[in-house]
């Protein structure tokens, strides 16, 4: 029997008995001869049957063998020679990537040259040109001590322009303390002059004098001066002023005649007769010369007549807007609302056409209101009439007792 055979393996054949026991000639040991031949026919035939028996039965064994040399064989001669082929192409890649490389190399190094002089060149022109500027200019454009000299000038007028704004500050910061003192001291005569009542007589003296304020330091002052000749200061110019007053104005005749009545006095008498020395005028009084709500009430008033005025000139009784309109005038009405009694009329409403007959039966019947003038202002309701009535009585009465008071 045969085994199988694995990848890696080539399967050896099992030895055979039979061809072991079976006896070949050997041609090598004993010649051959016709004689030994005849005699030995018969195995050289069965020999002859066993090998090629042998030999089929081993040639799957031995054909599987000479595949896997084969096999291995052109595997091996295959790699061989692509390991050749890769290295090879690696070599050919090699030189090739270094002569591209050496070749970008020169084309950077030419660039960087290039850029490198042309920095290098520019640089020398801007300072050719820088100094050639600078000589053409020192020799034909700007003098050198002329500049100096504006220069000095320059520092000269802002040194003079700096005092001179040093000066107007501390000037008008002078000038603004003297403003602020003058409306403190104006202040204080203000208010000094409203606390006259304050002055020390010769009976009482005032708070800004008490005897005690030694043992607490002495009088308050203001501007190196106690307060209390400041309050005597203000009472004496203000009389000073009322005096000369006085002496202007001179001396006014004695009032011979009671001043006139006011008409809008409700109530009370007639003050006692005073000079005209004390009062400028009779007529000034704190007392309303008119009621306080008069022109509210007269303009209300007003309006109640226009009202009322309207309800005269309407010709029939406010109604409820359920109940039936005002009939159709004409084809013209009287809108109840305006004062100035404009005439109003639908031109384009065939609702307020004379002409019924235009219209259709089928609008008569879903509207059965249609022949009927239609009114563009619900007309006044008469809940409140009676409230109406009586202040407009009550108004009218008033106005009636008011009115003759005013013409006496």
């Known amino acids: 029997m045969v085994k199988p055979s694995t990848a890696n393996s080539i399967p050896e054949p099992e030895p055979d008995t039979e061809l072991e026991s079976s006896k070949l000639p050997n041609f090598e040991t004993e010649p051959p001869g016709m004689s030994q031949l005849l005699r030995r026919m018969q195995e050289i ?219 809008f006095t409700k109530s009370g008498r007639l003050a006692p007769l005073k000079s005209g020395a004390t009062t400028a005028s009779p007529n000034l009084t704190l007392q309303a010369s008119v009621p306080y709500k008069m022109v509210h009430d007269e303009m209300q008033f007003e309006e109640l007549l226009g009202r009322s005025e309207i309800l005269s000139m309407h010709p029939h009784q406010f109604v409820t807007t359920i109940q039936a309109p005002v009939p159709e005038r004409h084809r013209h009405f009287q809108l109840p609302a305006l004062k100035n009694d404009t005439e109003f009329m639908e031109t384009h409403d065939i609702l307020l056409r004379p002409a019924v007959d235009s219209l259709d039966a089928r609008t008569t019947e879903v509207h059965p209101d249609a022949t009927r003038p239609f009114l563009t202002q619900p007309g006044r309701q008469a809940y409140f009439q009676d409230t109406l009535n009586l202040q407009e009585e009550y108004l009218r009465g008033r106005a009636g007792v008011e009115q003759p008071a005013a013409t006496d």
């Open 45 to 263: 035939e069965n020999g002859y049957f066993n090998m090629c028996r042998v030999a089929a039965e081993r040639y799957e064994l031995e054909h599987n063998a000479a595949r896997t040399l084969q096999r291995w064989a052109r595997g091996y001669i295959v790699r061989r020679n692509l390991k050749d082929f890769n290295s090879h192409a690696l070599f050919c890649q090699r030189i090739w990537r270094g002569y591209l490389g050496r070749c970008r190399y020169v084309e950077h190094l030419k660039d960087f040259n290039h850029k490198l002089r042309m920095e290098y060149f520019d640089r020398m022109a801007t300072r050719i040109q820088r100094l050639w500027r600078g000589h053409l200019s020192r020799k034909h454009v700007h003098s050198f001590y002329a500049r100096r000299r504006y220069l000095e000038e320059v520092a000269r007028k802002n040194a003079e322009t700096r005092a001179m704004l040093d000066e107007e500050f501390w000037r008008s910061l002078e000038q603004q303390k003297r403003s602020e003192e003058e409306r403190a001291r104006t202040r204080f005569g203000s208010t000094i002059s409203q606390m006259h009542h304050l002055v020390s007589t010769f009976s009482q003296p005032g708070i800004f004098n008490s005897p005690y304020l030694e043992v607490s330091g002495g009088a308050p002052k203001v501007a190196s001066l106690p307060i209390e000749e400041h309050l005597q200061r203000s009472a004496r110019g203000a009389l000073a002023k009322q005096r000369a007053g006085k002496k202007r104005r001179g001396k006014l005749p004695p009032a011979t005649e009671r001043p006139p009545a006011s008409f």
